[in-house]
């Protein structure tokens, strides 16, 4: 069993950034890969990017190539989202999951832990 606690999210005008976090417990960190999602009201939770257990490999969902960066630190069981020039579109819930795996996927439906959430707002 994993637990993924995030943090980081806020109120923020657009152009600027934020970091999430997500702390994870309960077993070996680099066993998993992570990802992002995010759902924002009335939508599906969607993609946004995944990690694979050791760093090495990244993936990126096209509406936040290039603007955002996700990174682990795995001697603090901890993962990042760092997000740039920041949308009103990126407005959501985002959320941070761990697969039984080390290989990163970009389906949330293959992710077995999640997060509880940390709201992110973009005003215009």
């Known amino acids: 069993q994993v637990q993924l606690v995030e943090s980081g999210g806020g109120l923020v005008q657009a152009g600027g950034s934020l970091r999430l976090s997500c702390a994870a417990s309960g077993r070996t960190f680099t066993n998993y890969a992570m990802g992002w999602f995010r759902q924002a009201p009335g939508k599906e939770r969607e993609f946004v990017a995944a990690i694979s257990g050791n760093g090495g490999s990244t993936y990126y969902a096209d509406s936040v190539k290039g603007r955002f960066t996700i990174s682990r630190d795995n001697a603090k069981n901890t993962m990042y989202l760092q997000m740039n020039s920041l949308k009103p579109d990126d407005t959501a819930v985002y959320y941070c999951?761990?697969?039984?795996?080390?290989?990163?996927?970009?389906?949330?439906?293959?992710?077995?832990?999640w997060g509880q959430g940390t709201q992110v707002t973009v005003s215009s």
């Open positions: 999951a761990a697969r039984n795996t080390v290989l990163p996927a970009t389906s949330r439906r293959t992710y077995d832990y």
